[in-house]
């Protein structure tokens, strides 16, 4: 689904018209918001009836100002709920989701109303949760968001920030320009800031992950249109991962540790499975915290509909009790997808881990990429292709580096260098700074090491090509060019290969993995340090 939200500063003229119905076809619409219409009723009916499969609702402008519209195709199932000046809601209901709500909000140019707009649109917000709201708001969230103009921040911004906070909203961000709106003066007296955007509640963001948003080129109005493209997450299947609200559980550790125990025979690799697959039907049988807490709602609502006199306030306080411990593990749920560290455990704001979290999701999405042709591709499988093709390629040897290569000769043809490295090389003042490295690698060294520095070959690593700033720096680069010029490679003592190839002991595995993050991203198998360092005295001696 796409909504395409435009302030188009008046609907006069048939090529502003055009160049809507080229934009609404070029990005496949379904929905679309207009502000500052400046139009009546009579006049946006007629253009929208030229328009096919399209049902729309219309605020009219009050004299010239204002106006706006909201239209939809017949592959939409839309229901308005109101509507007003600033903004126009509607109930949208999507196959196999839950409905949600869809606010097209025109924001008070001269900021006037606009305290009044947002405790409006923060009751809406309350009342229905998964809400989305979309168009242009006539506020910056934040200095960066203007370019030009005073920089001084006013009371009507404060009170936009304030809206945004109170009512956990999530800026779902956008990939083109910065700026959404331009005054359209000379380059001395240019104004830019970003006025229009989608902001959404973390439980609409729940529902749609990968939507983001798209600035489109500013034509026929001081506004450029944005599209918000809400696309279905793919159905990868649920990737098994530990979580740390698992270990709060009476019954966690009986629905493996046993098991683990009595494969003491097994290979650790088997044992590993085995305990992940116990632990896997322990989960799949346990509720999470979400479905817990709305049972015991159920039953707490249960016991309060009694009177007083009749109800049973042992029970109730039990039920409150436990609801207040199950709590905790929702918030643990949340705060470890936050991936944030506070000190004793950090405050308890179960709402707010949930926005950084969804934020730290979006953040990590990648929508599009470029491949090795130069092309762009929007195609999940395109994507992880060219993730597994450019990692393939990066570790896989070359026609100059090959491990045959490098041990019968290390360096095939002669090392070329630039004239400031030259000069550095040939400057008689050197003198080392450190012991003497200069000596020929033993071929035994499990690990071999060239670096190209032809300019040719600029691909991992490579000299710098310009006149260091200070003294220390030339004479660093001089010390390690050097003995490359002379086909000399730097090694280090036996003492430390021996140090560096030796295998980790048991206090040195443990000490590193208690200096590890907890809730740090787990490796492929799902595990967690959380999971190894809060049951090292069960796990360690066999790890």
């Known amino acids: 689904m796409n909504v395409n939200s435009w302030n188009c500063r008046g609907f006069g003229g048939p090529r502003?018209?055009?160049?809507?119905?080229?934009?609404?076809?070029?990005?496949?619409?379904?929905?679309?918001?207009?502000?500052?219409?400046?139009?009546?009723?009579?006049?946006?009916?007629?253009?929208?009836?030229?328009?096919?499969?399209?049902?729309?609702?219309?605020?009219?402008?009050?004299?010239?100002?204002?106006?706006?519209?909201?239209?939809?195709?017949?592959?939409?199932?839309?229901?308005?709920?109101?509507?007003?000046?600033?903004?126009?809601?509607?109930?949208?209901?999507?196959?196999?989701?839950?409905?949600?709500v869809l606010l097209g909000v025109y924001g008070d140019p001269n900021h006037f109303q606009s305290r009044l707009i947002w405790e409006t649109l923060t009751q809406i917000i309350n009342l229905h949760g998964r809400v989305c709201l979309v168009g242009d708001f006539n506020e910056i969230l934040d200095s960066s968001e203007k370019y030009g103009g005073s920089s001084r921040v006013k009371q009507h911004t404060l009170d936009f920030q304030n809206f945004v906070f109170k009512s956990g909203l999530v800026d779902i961000g956008y990939k083109g320009p910065a700026y959404t709106w331009t005054n359209n003066r000379n380059v001395s007296k240019a104004i830019y800031q970003r006025l229009d955007r989608v902001l959404a509640t973390p439980d609409w963001l729940q529902l749609y992950p990968n939507a983001y948003v798209n600035h489109l080129p500013m034509i026929h109005s001081d506004h450029c249109p944005i599209l918000l493209r809400i696309k279905k997450s793919p159905d990868r299947g649920k990737e098994f991962k530990m979580e740390n609200w698992w270990f709060e559980e009476s019954d966690f550790q009986q629905a493996w540790v046993e098991k683990w125990k009595q494969d003491s025979n097994m290979s650790w690799q088997d044992r590993w499975?085995?305990?992940?697959?116990?632990?896997?039907?322990?989960?799949?049988?346990?509720?999470?915290?979400?479905?817990?807490?709305?049972?015991?709602?159920?039953?707490?609502?249960?016991?309060?509909?009694?009177?007083?006199?009749?109800?049973?306030?042992?029970?109730?306080?039990?039920?409150?009790?436990?609801?207040?411990?199950?709590?905790?593990?929702?918030?643990?749920?949340?705060?470890?997808?936050?991936?944030?560290?506070?000190?004793?455990?950090?405050?308890?704001?179960?709402?707010?881990?949930?926005?950084?979290?969804?934020?730290?999701?979006?953040?990590?999405?990648?929508?599009?990429?470029?491949?090795?042709?130069?092309?762009?591709?929007?195609?999940?499988?395109?994507?992880?292709?060219?993730?597994?093709?450019?990692?393939?390629?990066?570790?896989?040897?070359?026609?100059?580096?090959?491990?045959?290569?490098?041990?019968?000769?290390?360096?095939?043809?002669?090392?070329?260098?630039?004239?400031?490295?030259?000069?550095?090389?040939?400057?008689?003042?050197?003198?080392?700074?450190a012991p003497d490295l200069t000596r020929q690698p033993h071929l035994s060294n499990p690990i071999q090491t060239t670096l190209n520095l032809s300019p040719a070959h600029h691909t991992r690593t490579s000299a710098p090509t310009q006149q260091p700033n200070s003294n220390h720096t030339q004479q660093t680069l001089r010390d390690f060019l050097q003995p490359l010029q002379n086909n000399r490679w730097p090694t280090i003592p036996e003492s430390a290969h021996q140090h560096l190839t030796r295998l980790p002991d048991f206090h040195e595995v443990k000490r590193i993995l208690f200096q590890m993050g907890p809730d740090k991203s787990p490796g492929p198998d799902g595990v967690t340090c959380s999971f190894l360092q809060q049951h090292w005295h069960i796990l360690g001696s066999d790890l």
């Not at 817990?292 to 007083?308: N, S």
């Not at 060219?386 to 100059?400: A, E």
């Open 16 to 100: 502003k018209k055009q160049f809507l119905r080229d934009t609404l076809r070029a990005t496949k619409a379904n929905i679309i918001f207009l502000s500052e219409t400046k139009s009546s009723r009579r006049r946006m009916t007629r253009f929208m009836n030229s328009v096919p499969t399209l049902d729309y609702i219309i605020v009219p402008a009050r004299d010239t100002a204002g106006g706006l519209c909201m239209a939809w195709s017949n592959s939409v199932d839309i229901q308005v709920l109101n509507s007003s000046l600033s903004y126009i809601c509607a109930r949208i209901t999507v196959k196999d989701k839950p409905p949600w």
């Open 273 to 433: 499975k085995s305990m992940k697959e116990n632990i896997q039907v322990w989960a799949r049988k346990h509720p999470t915290p979400k479905k817990m807490l709305d049972e015991l709602a159920g039953k707490i609502y249960k016991v309060q509909l009694q009177h007083p006199a009749v109800r049973d306030h042992a029970l109730e306080a039990r039920l409150l009790k436990e609801y207040n411990e199950v709590e905790a593990k929702h918030e643990l749920y949340w705060r470890q997808r936050a991936r944030m560290q506070w000190e004793e455990g950090g405050d308890r704001n179960t709402k707010f881990f949930h926005i950084v979290a969804t934020n730290l999701r979006r953040h990590n999405l990648i929508t599009a990429m470029e491949d090795e042709a130069g092309r762009l591709t929007g195609d999940e499988k395109k994507i992880r292709a060219c993730f597994v093709n450019y990692f393939k390629n990066l570790y896989s040897p070359t026609p100059y580096m090959t491990q045959q290569s490098i041990l019968s000769d290390p360096i095939q043809e002669p090392l070329t260098l630039n004239p400031t490295q030259q000069s550095m090389i040939s400057d008689q003042t050197h003198q080392p700074l």
